[in-house]
C-alpha cells in the first residue's frame, strides 16, 4: 500500500496520503505505527490528514478498513491523541466516514473535504486550539 506520512514542520499536523493499491491486510499496522511515532513527537494531541484523492477504493477494503480503525490502536483513526480529517470526492468512501460515528466503527466523527487545501485550513484552526 503506498503510503507517505508526514507531519508539516513547526505544525501538529500529520498528512497521511494514501494511493492504490490498498493492501488493508498487510499496509494498517505499518501505518498505525508510523502515524503513532509521529504523534508521539508531537505531544499530547494532533491533527491527521488522511488525503485519499488518488485512492480508488472498493467496497470489501473499505469495510476492512474501517474494521481495522475500529480496533482503537494508537494511530489509527479511532486514537483518542487525534482528529482525524479526510480529503475524498469518492462517494463510496464519504459515506464509509459517515459510518464511523456509529459504535461499532468507533463512535468517532470525521470531517470531510473536498481539497487538501480546505482540509488544511480546517487542521491549522484546530491545531491553534491544541495544547
Known sequence: MPVD?????????????????????????????????????IGAHAVIIYNTTALDVNFGDL??????????????????????????????????????KQPRYGAIEVRVFPTLDQALAAAREIARTLP
Open 5 to 41: 506520512i508526514h507531519r508539516l514542520p513547526d505544525e501538529k499536523i500529520i498528512i497521511t496520503d494514501v494511493t492504490n493499491p490498498l493492501n488493508v491486510d498487510t499496509g494498517m499496522g505499518t501505518i498505525f505505527q508510523d502515524t503513532h511515532a509521529l504523534r508521539e513527537s
Open 63 to 100: 469495510m476492512l478498513s474501517m474494521a481495522e480503525h475500529a480496533k482503537g490502536v494508537p494511530g489509527s483513526v479511532t486514537d483518542p491523541h487525534l482528529t482525524p480529517l479526510i480529503v475524498t470526492t469518492d462517494d463510496l468512501l464519504a459515506t464509509a466516514v459517515g459510518a464511523m
